[in-house]
T-cell receptor
Framework: ETGVTQTPRHLVMGMTNKKSLKCEQH?????MYWYKQSAKKPLELMFV???????ENNSVPSRFSPECPNSSHLFLHLHTLQPEDSALYLC?????????????FGPGTRLTVT | AQSVTQLGSHVSVSEGALVLLRCNYS??????LFWYVQYPNQGLQLLLK??????LVKGINGFEAEFKKSETSFHLTKPSAHMSDAAEYFC??????????????FGQGTELSVKP
């Protein structure tokens, strides 16, 4: 595997379910990000992790819970979601978060909440 | 504060015609600027980046962009459009690092259609 991978690619869940999104980067980077991409809206940065420490949380509802066990893996745990949470969730990584680096994106997880 | 404005949410060109996607930025510090492309059902792929070296930046797939400080612009061009260029394009400016770390500020995106 190369680059940034995300699983699953598609997920349909009910509002009472609990599920997790997984992201893995194979680039040796130190920073990882979660974004939400909704139709007709700009990308929304949700969380930033740098060296496994959460350095940014953009007022994301508590029904989204990130986890970064090491610098290569990032999870987004989901519970009691709402239909408006349906979106494409993108993971990205960069060499660091405290400098100005480009980010490398995974293919995304298309989430549908029913 | 940094921000990005992409003029035109949708641009349509004929195959072989010039592609011009517009991006204007606002930044309180010298900016780093990026163009990304997103094909359907895929993540974002870096096309090119400006990091205060040459003002004309060449990227992948024949795209290039010119940084114009006086116009606060970073427009993306390609001399001859190909059908495979149909995608959504995002301009981004980088917020410098600090206590909260650096991040990218994205524009709203421009969807490029290419007609045969």
């Amino acid at each position: 595997e190369t680059g940034v991978t995300q699983t699953p690619r598609h997920l349909v869940m009910g509002m009472t379910n609990k599920k997790s999104l997984k992201c893995e980067q194979h680039l040796g980077h130190n920073a990882m990000y979660w974004y939400k991409q909704s139709a007709k809206k700009p990308l929304e940065l949700m969380f930033v992790y740098s060296l496994e420490e959460r350095v940014e949380n953009n007022s994301v509802p508590s029904r989204f819970s990130p986890e970064c066990p090491n610098s290569s893996h990032l999870f987004l745990h989901l519970h009691t979601l709402q239909p408006e949470d349906s979106a494409l969730y993108l993971c990205a990584s960069s060499p660091g978060s405290r400098s100005i680096y480009e980010q490398y994106f995974g293919p995304g997880t298309r989430l549908t909440v029913t | 504060a940094q921000s990005v404005t992409q003029l035109g949410s949708h641009v349509s060109v004929s195959e072989g015609a010039l592609v011009l996607l517009r991006c204007n930025y606002s930044s309180s510090v010298p900016p780093y600027l990026f163009w990304y492309v997103q094909y359907p059902n895929q993540g974002l792929q870096l096309l090119l980046k400006y990091t205060s070296a040459a003002t004309l930046v060449k990227g992948i797939n024949g795209f290039e962009a010119e940084f114009k400080k006086s116009e606060t612009s970073f427009h993306l061009t390609k001399p001859s459009a190909h059908m495979s260029d149909a995608a959504e394009y995002f301009c981004a400016v980088s917020r410098p690092g600090g206590n909260q770390g650096g991040k990218l500020i994205f524009g709203q995106g421009t969807e490029l259609s290419v007609k045969p």
